[in-house]
């Protein structure tokens, strides 16, 4: 199933909601050959993307490239588009964990993050969604390119657990750029770059509350609790992202990125 697409800026984001994506994904994966993948699109990746070409080519190659963020559901309304609302990647992830426990005979595998998160996330798996088997989990190191040995070790391991859907926090762009330069290698139906969904998921981070998130406020949290690492996201991407997309409006902007 593919959803209508909504040209913001540099990238093509696909227009539904999240029981939509959810739907889409169940649907596919006794039907495809070879692996889909879903990726995250929000302002600051797109500002990143600006001066990243492989980072842009994977997010435009992308099965699934969601709405996960107040700008892009702005950028939309800016644009005369139709999203209505953000779909987040962690909700991606406890939507199928949710859906796929009752329908029992599934698995995830998550590769990423630090081997006490990915212990959590194991805890927390088996407590709440006893039917989803964890086929394994995978902590790489944090260089910003692995070597050939330690990649060809993953997708080995990978493929020996044969999951249904792997998940990757390693952060953008390493994650997607990662995912896209493996993907053939990779025999999963589903494979989706969820970045910080690892922390929310294991509880080691707090995500906004449900009305901060309604309000399209759920980095505001986030900037107080890491302003070191969050400024540059919210006073410099944002408004950068915003003046392509007004230029955008206006017809001033290109096809592609300068």
């Given amino acids: 199933m593919d959803f209508p697409r909504e040209t913001i800026w540099n990238v093509d984001v696909q227009?539904?909601?999240?029981?939509?994506?959810?739907?889409?994904i169940d649907a596919g994966i006794s039907q495809q050959t070879t692996p889909r993948t879903l990726f995250c699109a929000n302002p600051h990746s797109l500002v990143v993307a600006l001066h990243d070409r492989p980072f842009l080519s994977a997010l435009r190659a992308a099965d699934f490239l969601?709405?996960?963020?107040?700008?892009?559901?702005?950028?939309?309304?800016?644009?005369?588009?139709?999203?209505?609302?953000?779909?987040?990647?962690p909700d991606i992830m406890t939507g199928?964990?949710?859906?796929?426990?009752?329908?029992?005979?599934?698995?995830?595998?998550?590769?990423?993050?630090?081997a006490g998160v990915l212990e959590r996330i194991r805890a927390r798996m088996a407590s709440e969604f006893p039917?989803?088997?964890?086929?394994?989990?995978?902590?790489?190191?944090?260089?910003?390119?692995?070597s050939d040995e330690e990649n060809a070790r993953i997708c080995e391991t990978i493929?020996?657990?044969a999951p249904t859907?792997?998940?990757?926090?390693?952060?953008?762009?390493?994650?997607?750029?990662?995912v896209e330069e493996h993907r053939s290698r990779l025999e999963v139906p589903l494979i989706a770059a969820v970045g910080a969904g690892f922390d929310y998921f294991a509880g080691s981070k707090q995500r906004a509350s449900r009305p901060l998130q309604n309000l399209g406020l759920e980095w505001l949290p986030r900037l107080i609790r890491e302003p070191r690492?969050?400024?540059?996201?919210?006073?410099?991407?944002?408004?950068?992202?915003?003046?392509?997309?007004?230029?955008?409006?206006?017809g001033l902007l290109s096809a592609e990125p300068q």
Avoid: C
């Avoid at 227009?15 to 889409?24: C, P, T, W």
């Avoid at 199928?96 to 630090?114: D, E, I, P, T, V």
């Fill in 159 to 161: 493929n020996r657990a």
């Fill in 66 to 89: 969601i709405p996960d963020g107040t700008g892009i559901v702005l950028a939309s309304k800016i644009l005369g588009g139709k999203i209505k609302s953000r779909v987040a990647g």
């Fill in 165 to 178: 859907a792997l998940w990757v926090g390693m952060t953008a762009p390493k994650q997607e750029k990662w």
């Fill in 15 to 24: 227009r539904a909601e999240l029981n939509q994506f959810l739907d889409a």
């Fill in 229 to 250: 690492r969050m400024w540059r996201r919210n006073f410099i991407s944002t408004p950068l992202f915003l003046y392509y997309v007004l230029r955008q409006r206006f």
């Fill in 96 to 114: 199928l964990a949710s859906r796929w426990n009752a329908q029992r005979g599934k698995s995830f595998f998550f590769l990423g993050s630090s």
């Fill in 131 to 146: 039917h989803v088997h964890v086929g394994g989990v995978f902590s790489p190191s944090f260089a910003e390119r692995l």
